[in-house]
């Protein structure tokens, strides 16, 4: 099983114009704009030592992606295990409903940019507001804890509130059930 590491700095964000310039400024590349569905299942047992368990299907530019990662707070930013598979079976996401129910349905946009091995997210997501995501992938040695302190430093004047959980805690949280 091989698991991939990131760090990550989410936080809302008013002003995606200021976010973009300070993306430039920094070097950053802009990759794409793409819509992605995102559905997230009821893994059993949920919350373990190592985090928040979470099982999702991304649907985007037709094709599905499963990710399952284990997340939790360290040091003021995310830190995230996780692992992806691809699928084509457009009957993935109704045996995974069946077996596990649906936890959230995440609609977003996503305007992507990329520098080294940092991702940098702008994302609109339904009900809940435009946010600024930053993910610092572990590899080639780098700090990536030192990367995420100088992130925050870079985007500090057009962030608004730090976000702790993902996209699903907070569609949950807009959109209570009865």
């Not at 590899?139 to 990367?147: A, K, N, T, V």
Request: net charge negative; aromatic share 8%; with cysteine.
């Amino acid at each position: 099983m091989h698991l991939r590491l990131n760090r990550e700095l989410k936080a809302y964000c008013n002003d995606f114009t200021t976010a973009r310039q300070l993306l430039r400024d920094h070097g950053a590349s802009f990759v794409e704009i793409k819509e992605q569905l995102d559905y997230y299942y009821r893994p059993p047992s949920a919350d373990s030592a190592d985090g928040t368990r979470r099982l999702k299907l991304r649907i985007e530019h037709g094709k599905g992606e499963l990710i399952y990662y284990c997340e939790g707070q360290e040091a003021g930013a995310r830190t995230s295990r996780f692992q992806t598979a691809s699928t084509d079976d457009p009957m993935m996401g109704d045996v995974l409903a069946g077996a596990l129910g649906i936890s959230a349905i995440v609609r977003k946009q996503r305007e992507l940019w990329r520098k080294d091995n940092v991702v940098f997210n702008l994302d609109t997501v339904e009900t809940v507001g435009q946010i600024l995501e930053v993910e610092v992938q572990a590899r080639d040695g780098r700090d990536i804890d030192l990367q995420i302190t100088e992130y925050q430093r870079l985007f500090k004047p057009c962030l608004g509130d730090h976000i702790v959980g993902s996209n699903e805690d907070l569609v949950v949280a807009a959109n209570p059930s009865p």
